[in-house]
Nanobody, 123 residues
Framework: QVELAENGGDSVQPGGSLRISCTFS????????LAWFRQSPGMEREGVAT????????YYGDSVVGRFTVSRDSADTTLWLQMNSLKAEDSAMYYC????????????????WGQGTQVTVSS
């Protein structure tokens, strides 16, 4: 029922910026809260940022606070992640996800997932 599709992943140099998107569709209840996660080979999936419909607040993983900004558009069709001051450690496959009720950076709390978009930060 809920579909999510990430786009915008690219290769970028350290210190650079990148904005990736997640276009989503489905019933509004199931997409109340959205989040970005990332995962690199051999590593556990990590929560990056989360935001819920109708809220002015967003929450971020400790490793990205002050550098990344999450938002969702007024039409409620797209989730964005603006990434600034990128570091090599930010390299990962980035996934968007949806759940119906809560702010969370735990992968197990999310019901629906996109396929991912690759972000590579290297010199």
């Amino acid at each position: 029922q809920v579909e999510l599709a990430e786009n915008g992943g690219d290769s970028v140099q350290p210190g650079g910026s990148l904005r990736i998107s997640c276009t989503f569709s489905g019933d509004t209840a199931s997409t109340k809260c959205l989040a970005w996660f990332r995962q690199s080979p051999g590593m556990e999936r990590e929560g990056v940022a989360t935001i819920c419909r109708g809220s002015t607040h967003a929450y971020y993983g400790d490793s990205v606070v002050g550098r990344f900004t999450v938002s969702r558009d007024s039409a409620d069709t797209t989730l964005w992640l603006q990434m600034n001051s990128l570091k090599a450690e930010d390299s990962a496959m980035y996934y968007c996800a949806a759940n119906p009720r809560l702010y969370s950076l735990r992968p197990g709390d999310y019901h629906f997932w996109g396929q991912g978009t690759q972000v590579t930060v290297s010199s």
